[in-house]
Every structure is written in structure tokens, then in C-alpha cells.
């Protein structure tokens, strides 16, 4: 409400070339309904509580390796030595205020099932309990260190001799 009162007084003090324009933004700011107090009300508020699903971490250790393996397209094995890593190397940030830290097993969970199927980052804040910024900002993190620490796991040299066949395969089959 001040901001606005401020900010008609300004318009009030200007010199504008057609004083239809300021008329014009001065009724679009006396013009607001008492709907402006609630808006600024409305950043007081507590947060509320969204219901997610609890605990799917427990769900997911219950996994056989087969449903895990069709759940997250990778062996739980392989899941298990980058959440070793991401706990060895540090990768999710620690802090000791606001929510509860997401721990380095549910930030690695939280990106495979990302990058493993098409969920939004809603419904995996849904699913594992997490603000969709948190979310959003975990699976970031994690896949920035997957991508620098590629270069140690992804090798090529197998593919090379065959890359020759592939496109040599590709040219004929695009030339009927």
C-alpha cells in the first residue's frame, strides 16, 4: 500500500507529454481493490504442508534387482558405487538450517529416477519428499558431478573400429 501511494505521488510530480497517459496509471494504481494488503500478507503466512510420499526410500531398499533394475535402468550395484562416491567427494552441500539435508543416497535415487524416466520435478518431490526446488536443484548438482567424472568411466576405444561399420551401414541404408 505504501509502495503504491509512493509511487502516485511520483506520477503526480511528472511531466508527462500527454496527461492522459499519467491519468492512465494513476487509476490503474487507485483502482486496486484491498486485494494488494492480502498479497503482502500472504508472504507472512507459514508454509504449508504438502502431503508426499513418505519414507520411498525404505520402498526402494526392499527392491529385488530385477524391479530395481526396471525402475532406475541401472543395477543397484552400480547405483550403490555413485552414491559411494557423491558421500566420498562431498557433492551435496551440507547445512544445518531451514529443512532437513537430503542426504547423498536419496540426492543420487532422486537423479537416477530423473534421468531413468519422464517424471516432472513435481512428481519426483512428490515421490521422495522434497520441495521442487530442492529437487530441481539436487539433481542438478549430482549431474554436474556425473558429467565431470565421465571421462574416468566412459571409454571409447572399443567403439572405434566399429564406428567405421555403423556409418558405412548408416550411408546404404540412406541411400535405399
Known amino acids: 500500500m505504501e509502495m503504491k ?6 506520477l503526480q510530480n511528472k511531466n508527462y507529454d500527454s496527461d492522459d497517459d499519467a ?3 494513476r487509476k490503474m494504481f487507485e483502482s486496486s481493490t484491498s486485494s494488494d494488503t492480502d498479497s503482502s500478507n500472504e508472504y507472512d503466512k507459514p508454509r504449508r504442508k504438502l502431503h ?10 526392499e527392491y529385488d534387482e530385477i524391479e530395481f533394475k526396471q525402475h532406475f535402468r541401472i543395477k543397484s550395484l552400480t547405483c550403490n558405487y555413485i552414491i559411494d562416491k557423491v558421500k ?6 551440507t547445512h544445518t538450517f531451514s529443512r532437513k539435508k537430503i ?6 535415487y532422486m537423479t537416477i529416477w530423473y534421468l531413468a524416466n519422464l517424471n516432472t520435478f513435481r ?5 521422495f519428499d522434497v520441495t521442487q526446488s530442492a529437487a530441481h536443484r539436487t539433481i ?4 554436474d558431478y556425473l558429467v565431470s567424472k565421465s571421462l574416468y568411466y566412459i571409454h571409447m576405444k572399443k567403439i572405434k573400429g566399429k564406428l567405421k561399420v555403423i556409418l558405412k551401414n548408416y550411408k546404404e541404408l540412406m541411400e535405399f
Open 5 to 10: 501511494n509512493i509511487l502516485i505521488s511520483e
Open 23 to 25: 491519468e492512465v496509471i
Open 52 to 61: 508426499r510420499i513418505k519414507d520411498y526410500l525404505h520402498t526402494i531398499k
Open 88 to 93: 566420498e567427494d562431498n557433492v551435496i552441500p
Open 103 to 108: 542426504s547423498a543416497e536419496k540426492a543420487v
Open 123 to 127: 512428481e519426483i518431490s512428490d515421490k
Open 140 to 143: 542438478l548438482t549430482v549431474v
